[in-house]
Each structure stands twice: as structure tokens, then as C-alpha cells.
């Protein structure tokens, strides 16, 4: 009951944490203290925590995740705000430090030991200054990839929900792994392809990064795994559970990521003539994944006619 209560009140307050150093960037980029009112965005959150708490002692739904979903809302317009700016304003972005380096980390270094003395608020303001001059790429490839390792570990520290066992969890969590993979390189890759040739293919971009972060609080992923359970009871699952799985897998597949992710690198790549080997790699990956999936439907399709 107390693990429950303090996991569900952590990860919760990651989630807001994060989407607060967002919103931050935001006011600072677009130096307007309007983008503040972004906050509004964490009342959702906050009611599903308090309603959560109090109604299922912080235990999450099987097959939905409130609090991954309105972290999802409380976190993407940040993100695609710093997008859109830096799409528009790359060429005078010039003077700035990489997020990442020996540089950066000896400054920090420096900072630690020189301000001990002058107490917490020097080294805040001192940090927060080093972090505003660091470049802006950096800093929303780090939002990308924080967005997706917090909704990993979310999932891990979220209270399990009725019916779903710590293997399935497993299971889920190395599934979510893989995606995020796949939807960090789309994002960073293809936005890095087509910003100084179309503002408009940048919003494509976005949509598409948007919907397949759904994934994530549906767990459309795992529902194979968690219906099936163990890998020696995967052959008593009924046919007509093992069909709604793949179909679902299937719209997965095709509405969600690797048909999406597919379309707009075909598009990178015949409209806008960019021809490099990784996008040809994962092209070819995106085209495989949705050709296999459609051949995992046939065959449990022609399975389940075969049983009634």
C-alpha cells in the first residue's frame, strides 16, 4: 500500500518536474513570460493523481495509462514550440555550447566548488545561466530523449494494474524500449533532413512523432504478450484472441509507427531528393516490419478459418 502510494506520487512528480524545465525553456527561448500559462496543462495530471490515489490506491489500468497520457499533453506543445522556433530561427543561433562535453562539464565542475560557499542560490542561478547557452539542437534532443526514457521508467515504477503480472511488464518495457529507439532516430534524422528545405514538412513531422507516442499509454504493443502470458502457454490462446491480437498489432504497425515513419522517409527521399544510408536503412526496416506484419495477419487469419 505505502510502495504504491510513493512510487505513484514519484513518478508523477518526474513527469512534472520535466515538463516544467520544458516549459522553462520555452519562456526563455521565446523570451515571453505568457508560455508560463503552459502550467495549466499539469491540472489534469495533478486531479488523475489525487483520483488515482484515492479510488485504485495508485494501481495504473491494464491497458491504458492516465498519468503516461496526460504527461503526453503536459510535454508536446513545449516540444513542438522549441521545434517550430528552431526551425525559424536556425541561421542565428550561432553562439552556443554543446549540451554535452568536456568543456561544459569542467564549467559545471567549476561552478560546484566555486559558489559552496555562496549557498544554493548562486549555484542555481549560475547553472541556469550555463544551461541557457547551450545550443538550442541540444536542448530539444534532449527533451526527445528524456520524454522517452521518463515514459520507460514510468511504466516500470507505476503501480501495476489488475491482471498484469511483473513478466508482462517485462515484456512491455523491452517492447518500449525498441519503439523509443525507433522513435528517437526518426525524429532527430528526418527533422535534421528536411528543416532548411520545408517549414511545412517539419509539421508533418511532428504529427507523426505525436501519434506514435500514443503507443505508449495504450499499450496496443503488448497485447499479444499480455493476452498469450508465458511462452509455454502461447499455443492455448484462442484463435479468435490470437486474430484480435495481430489485427491489432497490425493497425499498430500500419496507422501508428512503421507505416507512418515509412511514408514521410519515402517522401524525404523522392520529393526532396535526400539520399543517405540511414535512411535508406530503416526505409527498408519500416518496409519490412509492415510486409511481415501483414504476413503474421494472413497466416492467423487463415488459422482461425481453419478451427471454426
Given amino acids: 500500500m505505502i510502495g504504491n502510494f510513493i512510487c505513484a506520487v514519484v513518478t508523477r512528480s518526474l513527469f512534472l518536474l520535466i515538463s516544467l524545465i520544458g516549459i522553462w525553456r520555452v519562456v526563455w527561448v521565446k523570451n515571453n513570460g505568457l508560455y508560463w500559462l503552459l502550467t495549466i496543462l499539469y491540472l489534469p ?8 490515489l484515492k479510488s485504485r490506491k495508485g494501481r495504473d489500468y491494464k491497458w491504458f495509462s492516465p498519468a503516461i497520457f496526460l ?6 506543445p513545449s516540444i513542438w514550440i522549441l521545434e517550430l522556433h528552431h526551425s525559424e530561427n536556425k541561421a542565428s543561433e550561432v553562439n552556443c555550447k554543446q549540451l554535452v562535453s568536456s568543456e561544459n562539464i569542467n564549467l559545471f565542475k567549476n561552478l560546484w566548488r566555486g559558489n559552496r560557499t555562496n549557498g544554493s542560490e548562486a549555484l542555481f542561478q549560475d547553472s541556469v545561466s550555463l ?3 547551450v545550443c538550442a539542437n541540444d536542448w530539444i534532443l534532449a527533451l526527445h530523449q528524456i520524454l522517452l526514457i521518463l515514459l520507460i521508467i514510468g511504466k516500470w515504477l507505476l503501480p501495476l494494474g489488475g491482471g498484469v503480472t511483473r513478466e508482462e511488464l517485462s515484456h512491455l518495457l523491452l517492447i518500449f524500449v525498441g519503439t523509443a529507439a525507433d522513435i528517437l532516430e526518426f ?3 528526418t527533422l535534421s533532413d528536411v528543416k532548411n528545405k520545408s517549414p511545412n514538412m517539419v509539421y508533418i513531422i511532428l504529427v ?5 507516442l500514443v503507443q505508449f499509454p495504450l499499450h496496443l504493443s503488448a497485447s499479444t504478450v499480455m493476452s498469450a502470458g508465458p511462452s509455454d502457454e502461447a499455443q492455448n490462446v484462442p484463435p479468435l484472441v490470437r486474430l484480435r491480437n495481430d489485427i491489432l498489432s497490425m493497425v499498430e504497425c500500419v496507422f501508428i509507427q512503421d507505416g507512418p515513419f515509412l511514408l514521410v522517409r519515402l517522401i524525404v527521399i ?9 535512411l535508406i536503412f530503416f526505409s527498408i526496416k519500416n518496409f519490412l ?6 504476413y503474421r495477419l494472413s497466416v492467423t487469419c487463415f488459422d482461425y478459418k481453419a478451427s471454426v
Fill in 131 to 133: 544551461l541557457s547557452s
Fill in 289 to 294: 516490419v509492415v510486409i511481415l506484419n501483414a
Fill in 187 to 189: 525524429t532527430s534524422e
Fill in 270 to 278: 523522392l520529393y526532396f531528393n535526400v539520399i543517405h544510408q540511414m
Fill in 71 to 76: 504527461f503526453l499533453i503536459s510535454i508536446i
Fill in 208 to 212: 507523426v512523432w505525436t501519434l506514435s
Fill in 45 to 52: 495530471l495533478v486531479f488523475e493523481m489525487i483520483l488515482t
